[in-house]
Nanobody, 118 residues
Framework: QVQLVESGGGLVQAGGSLRLSCTAS????????MAWFRQAPGKERELVAA???????SYADSVKGRFTISRDNAKNTVYLQMNSLKPEDTAVYSC????????????WGQGTQVTVSS
């Protein structure tokens, strides 16, 4: 059974940094595309960053230059380093994974709250 567990959320002042972690169990981690999504109250969920099996990354325009996604296949973990945080980054952040054979993220973590105060 697949399980994704996030950690690292919290409260931070604007301009500060946080690093989120997501550890997976079940399946072969290295063959999955991993991603971070976020959802703020009253807003739709958005894709923040993704990293493919070869380490290629992509980002939402709103976080480019501030956030960095990375993965450690030996630890079955994907990270999201968030710098220069803004109040508009406040959201529940969730990690997800999909097979390279699918366009759908089928496994999700429970989410971790990130709150950025002004």
């Amino acid at each position: 059974q697949v399980q994704l567990v996030e950690s690292g959320g919290g409260l931070v002042q604007a301009g500060g940094s946080l690093r989120l972690s997501c550890t997976a169990s079940g399946g072969t981690f290295s063959i999955y595309v991993m991603a971070w999504f976020r959802q703020a109250p009253g807003k739709e969920r958005e894709l923040v960053a993704a990293i493919n099996t070869g380490g290629r990354t992509s980002y939402a325009d709103s976080v480019k230059g501030r956030f960095t996604i990375s993965r450690d296949n030996a630890k079955n973990t994907v990270y999201l380093q968030m710098n220069s945080l803004k109040p508009e980054d406040t959201a529940v952040y969730s990690c997800a994974r999909r097979s390279i054979l699918s366009q759908t993220f089928g496994s999700w973590g429970q989410g971790t709250q990130v709150t950025v105060s002004s």
